[in-house]
């Protein structure tokens, strides 16, 4: 009787180490999980931010022309959402593509009349987003008008 009553103690702290190993390893993989989509988000952001300075500065090195800037970085004028502008659609790795592969989206478009900060500056407003519709980075570009 005495060895029965071991045995099912035993039994009993086996199952509990199991428990408490199988919580250990669920917040392990959750936390492991998290790094993971921040890593994507974090690798995401830094090469929409790229991509959005490099086409910053080259609209700002052609005095904002947008057909210059279109013809250099690979994209197309469009009206998009209303709104006349320079689009350029890029695939996974961030290379500039067509519609087909895209998905990312930057677009830059140009303020006119009472939405100009000034008479001889140019604003345009740069965006860069997934095709479901998640903004990752957006802002203002500013070029003097030549």
Known sequence: ???RSKSTLFLIEQLIVIAV???C???CISILASAYFTSV???EMSNALLVAESVAETYKATGGDLAVVARIM???LS????AYGLVIN???NWLAGDESTAVYRLLLTPMVGEQRVHASLNSSELSVFKLEGEEIVSFPVITRVN
């Open 41 to 43: 988000e974090t690798s």
């Open 1 to 3: 009787m005495n060895t």
């Open 74 to 76: 690979g994209g197309r």
């Open 90 to 92: 890029y695939d996974s």
């Open 21 to 23: 190993f199988a919580i």
């Open 79 to 82: 009206s998009v959402e209303g």
């Open 25 to 27: 390893a669920a917040a």
